[in-house]
């Protein structure tokens, strides 16, 4: 039976509507920005790296939804896998029962996670966090935990405590009593380990903002140090887990690191169902867990639900059989490696840093007075406004998305589905070289529009 609803009706009815629709009922600020810069488009479908807009233009996507898109997307494995789980029909979120997909997806999981036994699924990367940080203050019996500057670990309070960036924390105050740390600073860690009330050190292997690598040794130093002083290891590699840097996860490039709690999510929901994932040493678990008592002391509503198991078991199947892991770490060398013989050809282009498919390109100041002058220029108005004016034509003269690597950064982030391959590498490369043609020339399209950026920018001081 039916009542009338027809999903696709609706969409072809009202789907017209949609920057209306967010700006009287949703975040009124995001189709503001996105009319600023020109990114209002409509797109219609997507597979794989690519989606077509509403004229059906091909558009290469080098962001993936924040990294949410692993294996880019409707990749037909996950897509089959959510279309069974619902025809099955399960007793789903009974509550009191013990369903079969989270233990096989647990198991999945671990076999990729040496030294890690137990696993809490909840609903995001957030959450992922949010768990790690309660259970290391439960199993060590201590308040604080330190993190890293420029952070960035989710927007719940406990997520935003340890997160990095003002632009995120401020207003939101008061938040836990949480101590930042430079990314590689290893006194600076003693130091705050040498007080005892230190839970946990929570890092991310590389920095989502700005493409920030730990630098070689950094983890396992820290892990000893941690270790001496009875607090825990904590690994966010919800954006670079699950092959984003052409291992598993990220930590694992460097030898003997073993973390006591390993936080993962985007790529591991295929793209379809919020799925977030704490892994954990043994004793960690048996101690929050240590009754019947608490046996509900954490956990989550929808954690554990069918369809976000399926989906994680379909995708960890497909990177298996298809050898994602390789292929990320043979084209991301591809792609970093082009990209880094451009950089002596342009004077703007001042770095290329990352690993496997996680790449930032980071602008800097000229030499030349001509172009010297224009840097200036926009840099005075706001900082970030040049790595913007890349980003822009990059969409709407060769329709790439990319991003921003966070505000007041001049640098470019690229984090594409783990299934590109050489000739999207090529596009991109081909693409990105017109761009810094045209800001190198001196004029042109590029320049005027950072004029209009410029504009935008001391007008909303």
Sequence with gaps: ???GFDLRALLAERGGERYGLHARYLNPQLPRMLHTIGFDK????????????AEGNDHLDMLAGFGVMGLGRHHPVVRKALHDVLDADLPDLTRFDCPPLPGLLAERLLAHSPHLDRVFFGNSGTEAVETALKFARYATGRPRVVYCDHAFHGLTTGALSV?????FRAGFDPLLPD??????????????????????????????????????????AAQELLRRHGALLIADEVQTGLGRTGDFYAYQHEDGVEPDLVCVAKALSGGYVPVGATLGKEWI????????????????SFGSNAQAMAAGLAVLSVMESEGTVAHV????GLLKGRLEELVPRYELLHAVRGRGLMIGIEFGRPS???????????????????????VVPLLQRHRILTQVSGDHLEVIKLIPPLVVDEADVD???????AVMEDAHGGGGLLWDFGKTLVKQAVAQR
């Design 163 to 167: 997160n990095g960036e003002q632009g």
């Design 427 to 433: 596009r991109f490369v081909t693409a990105f070289t």
């Design 179 to 220: 101590t930042p740390i430079a990314l590689g600073d290893l006194d600076a860690l003693e130091r705050e380990l040498r007080r005892g009330d230190v839970a946990a050190f929570v890092v991310e292997p590389i920095q989502g903002k700005g493409v920030h690598e730990a630098p070689p040794g950094f983890l396992g």
């Design 42 to 53: 409509v797109y219609e479908r997507a597979a794989g790296a690519h989606f077509w807009d």
């Design 285 to 300: 678990f048996k101690k929050v867990y240590s009754s019947m008592d608490r046996v509900l002391v954490h956990s989550a």
């Design 329 to 332: 770490r043979r084209v991301g």
């Design 1 to 3: 039976m039916t009542d």
């Design 368 to 390: 030349s007075l001509g172009l010297r002058g224009r840097w200036t220029m926009l840099q005075t108005a706001r900082k970030g406004l040049f790595a913007q004016m890349v």
